[in-house]
């Protein structure tokens, strides 16, 4: 198979698993804002930023590097996961003693001190998940990775959906969470350890080093990007209302998901522009430029159709309380 062709697979895999992602995202998103109602809203939507925030700390900008080295030698492939999770396992502890040391300064709420502990937590399982899963994206066999993704959100749908009916607390929505990234990473890695590699957990400094080294832009990157796309509901905590951070968070979790479509393209042709970076750069050049222009022909339609019908959106999805 050509490498465009290879790479367009992969690409759509990982862009089918995160549109199916998307649309149980939705669901979940308007069973949780219905239920709650945006004040109790405000302070799960400050729950999932803040740890959002936390969990980007823990990754430390690791993924990209053990998609691009796996994808560069796979024979190594357990040699380079093990280190990645050693690195991330460092990242996480410090992320999350950080993030508890500074969450007083946005919240002194009991309850959502309690959630953003089984939320950070959930959110640290998760990043070990995903590193697993960046295997699938190296080894260019991605219908793995979309397999488990839809796996673990129809589960935390299905938790969702059983809390709702129950009347479960507000807590227990975060532990639902916990449990399903848990879930997740106990298949990743039984798929992985079966289908592709054994984690090598041997230290290697020089690995260690070349990994911190190489991510540490990306770290920046990543953190700074998330930065920005969670700064509203941050700044809204400390200086608004919990139902002001309930009304902007409900809409802008659908538009903050609408960069599902970038990611998945750029993720399926990660292990491709990898290996021609290292081969042939005009094939990089020119397979770069053919993605770039699909970004174009995408991103004008969303704006202005979204734009157009957010009114009637935001009634569909979230009643008129949140109309505002």
């Known amino acids: 198979m050509g490498i ?5 697979a992969t690409a759509t895999f990982i862009l089918l698993g995160r ?3 998307l649309l149980f995202n939705v669901t979940i ?24 925030v936390l969990s980007t700390l ?9 998609i691009r080295e796996t994808a560069k030698d796979r024979d190594q492939a357990g040699h380079y996961l093990g280190t990645a999770l050693q690195i991330q396992s460092v990242f996480a502890i410090l992320a999350f003693l950080v993030g508890i040391a500074v969450l007083p300064l946005f ?26 899963a960046c295997i699938y994206t190296a080894f260019e066999r991605t ?23 129950s009347d479960g607390s507000f807590l227990t929505i975060f532990w639902m969470k916990a449990f399903s990234f848990s879930v997740k990473l106990l298949v990743d890695a039984a798929i992985v350890r079966r289908r592709f590699t054994r984690t090598v957990w041997q230290l290697d400094v020089a690995a260690v080093r070349h990994f911190v080294h190489e991510s540490f832009p990306l770290f920046f990157s990543d953190t700074f990007r998330v930065l920005d796309r969670q700064l509203g509901t941050l700044l809204l905590k400390l200086w608004s209302t919990v139902a002001q951070v309930g009304i902007f968070s409900a809409v802008y979790r659908l538009i903050d ?20 970076f290292a081969s042939d750069r005009e094939r990089l050049q020119a397979l770069y430029g053919k993605v770039f222009k699909f970004f174009l022909l995408f991103a004008l339609p969303i704006a202005v159709i979204g734009t157009l019908l957010t009114g009637p959106l935001v009634v569909l999805f979230f009643t008129e309380e949140y109309l505002e």
């Open 4 to 8: 465009t062709r290879r790479s367009g």
């Open 19 to 21: 549109l199916a992602g």
């Open 29 to 52: 998103v308007i069973l949780i804002t219905r239920y709650l109602g945006r004040e109790t809203f405000g302070r799960y939507a400050f729950v999932e930023a803040y740890t959002l």
């Open 58 to 66: 823990a990754m430390g900008g690791s993924f990209s590097i053990l």
């Open 107 to 132: 919240s002194a709420d009991a309850l959502v001190t309690r959630a953003v502990y089984v939320s950070a937590v959930a959110s640290i399982i998760q990043v070990f998940a995903n590193l697993h």
């Open 143 to 165: 219908k793995y990775w979309a397999l488990t993704m839809v796996i673990e959100r129809a589960l935390y749908l299905g938790l969702v959906a059983w809390v709702v009916v």
């Open 257 to 276: 998901r609408m960069v599902i479509l970038p990611d998945s393209i750029m993720a399926g042709f990660l292990p491709a522009l990898s290996q021609l």
